[in-house]
């Protein structure tokens, strides 16, 4: 009995630490498909009503007590280049435990003639980071489906709501806001996922959400959109939503 339950246990520290070293390029995520119309043409420079700039996103993965790591992916205009921001968020208070800012524009080397796409080369350049990083903090990378508004868990249905205040121009003439996010259960009980104020922004959306596969939790994304350099772009945040507690 003894020899197979330390077996099992190297066998599952195995599997962890393999978890934490295999980790492969993940996937791109449209984070704003559900935003628009079906059959609708936008992307990065493709004008979709006021936007111009999509930032590219890619999931890495969840941790058991209530991380998730991902990636936004960000090109820069006028001065070229691409932002690849690598994050880690705790979902319990939504603070950032984790980031790594990896501008191409810094890069040594000259990768014009790869074959790979720029985001490709930025993940191969950091992989001995992530490896260390997610070991770390305890991130297993698995492949998540991006979902529709409204959350569904089990028999619950939870709809997102915005509440709006706009402000006075700020100095420069820009639009300024006060918003909340609510999510409402359809037993009638709701909570504040954020309240965000001052904030200079045209629109606000709520894009869609991803479920944890460790934990009754749920990982709203919204986007700023704002304007910037050359128009407006969008800007994407993780709101972390326990399923179960703290509604009322």
């Not at 330390?6 to 978890?19: D, E, G, H, R, Y």
Request: charged share 30%; net charge neutral.
């Amino acid at each position: 009995m003894k020899k197979l339950i330390v077996f099992c246990l190297t066998v599952l520290i195995s599997i962890l630490s393999a978890s934490a070293d295999d980790i492969f390029f993940p996937e791109q995520l449209d984070l704003f498909k559900y935003c628009v119309p079906p059959g609708t043409e936008y992307g990065h420079s493709k004008m979709y009503e006021s936007i111009y700039g999509f930032p590219q996103f890619r999931l890495f993965g969840w941790s058991h007590d209530g991380k998730i790591a991902y990636s936004t992916e960000t090109a820069i205009d006028g001065r070229g280049g691409v932002i690849f921001s690598y994050v880690i968020q705790d979902l319990k208070t939504d603070r950032i435990v984790w980031k790594f800012d990896d501008d191409s524009f810094d890069w040594e080397d000259n990768y014009s003639e790869s074959v790979k796409p720029v985001a490709e080369i930025s993940f191969d350049l950091r992989l001995k980071i992530l490896k260390k990083v997610f070991r770390e903090k305890n991130i297993v990378q698995s492949k998540s489906r991006f979902n529709k508004m409204p959350v569904i868990y089990k028999e619950n249905v939870y709809n997102c709501d915005l509440i709006i205040k706009i402000n006075e121009n700020d100095t420069y003439g820009f639009q300024n806001m006060d918003y909340k996010v609510l999510i409402r259960r359809n037993d009638g009980k709701s909570k504040i996922l954020a309240d965000q104020k001052n904030v200079r922004a045209d629109r606000i959306y709520i894009c869609g959400w991803f479920e944890s596969p460790y934990e009754k939790r749920a990982a709203v994304v919204i986007a700023e959109e704002k304007y910037v350099f050359e128009g407006n772009e969008l800007f994407y945040s993780i709101l972390g939503c326990n399923l179960i507690a703290g509604f009322k």
